[in-house]
C-alpha cells in the first residue's frame, strides 16, 4: 500500500495492516520531517473511512460575554467585568440573534464565552430554552466543559447535575473547547485557573453517559513538547475507546496575538506543522470517525491543501467568531455554504452538508 522507507517504514507497515499506533510511534511521527510521507498514510486512513466525501455544516457561532474571571495567558477574548470592551448579552439579545438565523436552514448553534460570575445556570437554561424556541429543529452545541465545571462550583452541584439541567432545557452536544494540552506543566504556564485536564476528560465522560455526543480538540504550537501533544491525543483516544461518544477531533492552531503569551515571541504556527497535526491525529486517532480542520484559524487554503492530510471535515458558515479573531486571526468570521462548497470541489472532493451528528442534510450539491 505505502512504499515508504526509513525510519517511518514500521510504522507505514502498522498502518497498512490497520495495527494501533504507539506513544512511541506518535512521537517519532512528530520527529519526522517526511511530511508527505505522514500525510500519505492518513490520507488513505481517511479514504477508508470516508472516500472523497468532505463534510461541512451550515451554523451559527454566538460568543455570549468574554466577561471571564481566569483571564488565561493563551487567551485574547476575556476581559474583566469593569474593562470598558466587555459585554454580555442579555437573553433577549441572545433570542434575537439566534431568531437571525431563522430560515437559513442551519443546523445548528453554537455558543461559547467567558466564566461570568453573574450569569448563573437559570440564564443557561432560559436561554437554551429561548433558542431552541426560534429554532425547533436545530441541534445546540454549547458550553464547554470549562464552564460546566464553572457552573457546577458555582451552584455546588455535580458535573452530571448542571449537564441533566442543560440538557432538559435544550443541550444536545458540548463543543470541545477548553482541552488546550492536558499535560499539568502546560496548564500552568498557559490557564493556571483553568480546569485540570482530567477534569475536562470527566466532563466529557459524564456527558456521553448522558447520551451527549461531544467534540475534542487540542491546542497546539505554544509552550508544550511533542511528547505532551502525543499524550494529549492519546488520553482522547483511551476515552473514546471507553465511552465511543466524541463526534470528531478539531486540532486548534495557537493564535499569539493580544495574549499574554506573545512577549515570550511565539510566532503561531506554520502550514507546516498544521499540515502534520492534523495527519498525526489522523493516525493516532484511529477510533474517532472524523478529523477536521477549523478553517477559521488555519485559513480556507490550507484546510483545502489539509483534505490531503486525513481531514474530511472543514467545519462550517459560521457567521460570527470573537475568541480566535481577538488573538489575531485574519480570517473572515463567516463563510457562505457555496463558498464551502466550492472550496471542497476545487480541492478535487465531494462536498456533503452534514448536521453536528453527522447526519446528511444534504450531498449531490
Not at 9 to 20: L, N, S, Y
Not at 108 to 120: A, D, R, S
Not at 127 to 136: E, G, K
Request: hydrophobic share 40%.
Amino acid at each position: 500500500m505505502f512504499n515508504i522507507k526509513g525510519a517511518l517504514g514500521e510504522i507505514a507497515a502498522k498502518v497498512a495492516a490497520g495495527q494501533r499506533l504507539t506513544r512511541e510511534d506518535g512521537i517519532n511521527l512528530y520527529q519526522s520531517n517526511d511530511l508527505l510521507a505522514i500525510g500519505q498514510m492518513a490520507d488513505q486512513i481517511r479514504k477508508n473511512k470516508h472516500g472523497h466525501r468532505t463534510y461541512f455544516i451550515v451554523n451559527r457561532h454566538i460568543n455570549h460575554t468574554n466577561i471571564c474571571v481566569n483571564l488565561c495567558k493563551l487567551c485574547a477574548f476575556g476581559r474583566e467585568a469593569d474593562n470598558p470592551a466587555a459585554y454580555q448579552m442579555t437573553l433577549d439579545e441572545m433570542e434575537a440573534r439566534a431568531a437571525q438565523s431563522a430560515g437559513q436552514n442551519i443546523s445548528e448553534v453554537h455558543v461559547v464565552g467567558g466564566l461570568n460570575p453573574e450569569l448563573k445556570l437559570d440564564y443557561y437554561v432560559e436561554m437554551l430554552q429561548r433558542i431552541r424556541r426560534v429554532l425547533p429543529g436545530v441541534i445546540i452545541q454549547s458550553l464547554t466543559a470549562v464552564e460546566i465545571d464553572f457552573l457546577a462550583r458555582e451552584h455546588s452541584m455535580t458535573h452530571r447535575e448542571v449537564l441533566v439541567a442543560l440538557q432538559n432545557a435544550g443541550l444536545d452536544s458540548l463543543p470541545g473547547g477548553g482541552a488546550e494540552i492536558f499535560a499539568p506543566r502546560v496548564r500552568e504556564l498557559i490557564c493556571p485557573k483553568k480546569v485540570a485536564g482530567d477534569t475536562w476528560l470527566t466532563v466529557h465522560q459524564t456527558a456521553h453517559e448522558l447520551g451527549m455526543r461531544t467534540n475534542a480538540t487540542m491546542l497546539y504550537g505554544h509552550v508544550e513538547t511533542l511528547e505532551e501533544r502525543v499524550d494529549h491525543l492519546l488520553s482522547l483516544r483511551e476515552l473514546q475507546d471507553r465511552t465511543g461518544g466524541f463526534l470528531t477531533f478539531i486540532p486548534l492552531a495557537f493564535h499569539p496575538q493580544n495574549t499574554a503569551l506573545e512577549p515570550l515571541g511565539l510566532s503561531g504556527t506554520t502550514g507546516y506543522d498544521d499540515l502534520k497535526t492534523l495527519a498525526i491525529a489522523r493516525l493516532l486517532l484511529d477510533n474517532f470517525d472524523h478529523i477536521k480542520s477549523y478553517w477559521i484559524m488555519v485559513g480556507p487554503k490550507l484546510a483545502q491543501v489539509s483534505l490531503s492530510f486525513g481531514v474530511d471535515d472543514l467545519d462550517g458558515t459560521v457567521v460570527e467568531e470573537k475568541i480566535t479573531h481577538d488573538a489575531g486571526a485574519q480570517t473572515e468570521q463567516a463563510m457562505t455554504r457555496e463558498q464551502l462548497v466550492r472550496l471542497i470541489k476545487n480541492a478535487g472532493y465531494y462536498p456533503v452538508q452534514r448536521d453536528t451528528l453527522y447526519n446528511v442534510v444534504k450531498e449531490g450539491l
